[in-house]
């Protein structure tokens, strides 16, 4: 009897790893101004306030990387793809004396 068990607890696991389990989440406190807008933006585009929720969040968390705050990291995220340069750094040599402008 526990062999049947485990093995329908095993088949069962492997048929809910081919399936797409959906998840669902409640969202409380929602203000009733957010809500308007929500199932109006949802009747805009022909789709449920649910089906509306889903899409926005696609959308939001499709974006693989976040956009750079400065110049440098927009920079460096375009050229770090194409690899590095090994400069050779020329040694330092003996401080020079100061000019004199003395007459």
């Known amino acids: 009897m526990m062999r049947w068990l ?4 095993l088949l069962m696991a492997e048929i809910a790893g ?3 389990i959906m ?6 406190n929602l203000e009733e101004v957010l809500k308007a807008k ?5 009747a805009q585009h022909g789709r449920s ?4 929720v889903r899409h926005i969040l696609r959308s ?3 974006e693989k990387e976040p956009r750079p ?3 440098f990291e927009a920079i460096r995220r375009r050229i770090t ?6 400069l050779d750094i020329p040694r330092r040599g003996s401080m020079r004396d100061p000019p004199h402008f003395e007459e």
């Open 60 to 62: 939001a968390l499709a």
């Open 81 to 86: 793809p194409l690899g590095g340069v090994d």
């Open 23 to 28: 998840a669902s989440i409640t969202i409380r």
């Open 69 to 71: 705050t400065n110049l």
């Open 18 to 20: 081919r399936m797409k």
């Open 6 to 9: 485990i093995i329908a607890a």
């Open 49 to 52: 306030m649910e089906d509306e």
């Open 38 to 42: 929500l199932r109006m933006r949802a």
